[in-house]
């Protein structure tokens, strides 16, 4: 089946730490994005990816970074310059851009808990 | 800015009743507008969608009909069931300097029995 994978489910940081969150998808889309969402607000925009080998900040990037060398790949690093990590994170991707309508398919989120 | 407001949650229904859940923007140009269900511990995923003035978008029992001269896409289904128990979110897509989408903050939804 086609879709977008996240992993872990669950992940825990401690202080001044750094960790990866995966996002793998085969549904051959060009874009890809990552989402923090935060209880009782609506999702975030973190960084995005239009193409392979390029990305761009969102609204929320302080203490993030992304790579894209694979088209399938999209994996967020937490930084520990990131004071307030905890939330759920949600990487999603779409044929080739929202700009054209398309809609957001989502993977089922990386829970991130600072210990 | 641009921008989605939804009503605030939760809201709870008996399995059967009508539910509207209101969403209202505020947007430069002309938007697409979206409904993402999310149930618990999962990503969201496509409700229904509308790209023009006056379009209905259904799926699945719900609909909703983008409003340009208020500026809303409410969400409405005549008799919800206990399945339909998620957080609801109102989106916008459209073209700035970048391809953007603006989430509404949610509403939750429970149905009992």
């Known amino acids: 089946d086609g879709g977008i994978t996240q992993s872990p489910k669950y992940l825990f940081r401690k202080e001044g730490q750094n960790v990866t969150l995966s996002c793998e998808q085969n549904?051959?889309?060009?874009?890809m994005y990552w989402y923090r969402q935060d209880p009782g607000q609506g999702l975030r925009l973190i960084y995005y990816s239009q193409i392979v080998n390029d990305f761009q900040k969102g609204d929320i990037a302080e203490g993030y970074s992304v790579s894209r060398e694979k088209k399938e790949s999209f994996p967020l690093t937490v930084t520990s310059a990131q004071k307030n990590p905890t939330a759920f994170y949600l990487c999603a991707s779409s044929p080739h851009g929202v700009a054209t309508n398309e809609k957001l398919f989502f993977g089922s989120g990386t829970q991130l808990s600072v210990l | 800015g641009d921008s989605v407001t939804q009503m605030e949650g939760p809201v709870t229904l008996s399995e059967e009743a009508f539910l509207t859940i209101n969403c209202t923007y505020t947007?430069?140009?002309?938007?697409?507008l979206f409904w993402y269900v999310q149930y618990p511990g999962e990503g969201l995923q496509l409700l229904l969608k509308?790209?023009?003035?006056?379009d209905k978008g259904s799926n699945k029992g719900f609909e909703a009909t983008y409003r340009k001269e208020t500026t809303s896409f409410h969400l409405e289904k005549g008799s919800v069931q206990v399945s339909d128990s998620a957080v609801y979110f109102c989106a916008l897509s459209l073209k700035t300097s970048y391809d953007k989408v603006i989430f509404g903050p949610g509403t939750s939804l429970s149905v009992i029995p």
């Open positions: 509308a790209t023009k003035a006056d």
């Open positions: 947007a430069t140009g002309y938007p697409s």
């Open positions: 549904l051959n889309h060009d874009a």
